[in-house]
């Protein structure tokens, strides 16, 4: 069974933080990458951060220094840390995991959790 599910979101005050989590289970194949994509009411969805199984780490440069991406070593569960939040950092947050499939990448998607930043 493939399951791909958030959680953590909510309303934080304006400086404040909130850690996300992802939970993956990919009917037990390994999981190769996580990234963690949000999207603001009437934009385009952007790519906010991304490990992957070699614990490699990257950042969107608009939340960099801001945002810490860490899971466990199979990478079921991964946390993304989110300090200093503004109003801009409000959105929708997905999460999508992905595994290799004969060379390919095969994606799996959750449903996202919302975050909301009040003044």
């Known amino acids: 069974q493939v399951q791909v599910k958030e959680s953590g979101g909510g309303l934080v005050q304006s400086g404040g933080s909130l850690r996300l989590s992802c939970a993956a289970s990919l009917d037990g194949f390994k999981v190769n990458s996580v990234d963690w994509y949000r999207q603001a009411f009437g934009k385009q969805r952007e790519l906010v951060a991304t490990?992957?199984?070699?614990?490699?780490?990257n950042y969107a440069e608009s939340m960099r220094g801001r945002v810490t991406i860490s899971g466990d070593n199979a990478l079921n569960t991964v946390y993304l840390q989110m300090n200093s939040l503004t109003l801009k950092d409000t959105a929708r947050y997905s999460c999508?995991?992905?595994?290799?499939?004969?060379?390919?990448?095969?994606?799996?998607w959750g449903q996202g959790t919302l975050v909301a930043v009040s003044p």
């Open positions: 999508k995991a992905t595994r290799i499939s004969g060379g390919m990448p095969v994606s799996y």
């Open positions: 490990i992957t199984a070699t614990g490699t780490t």
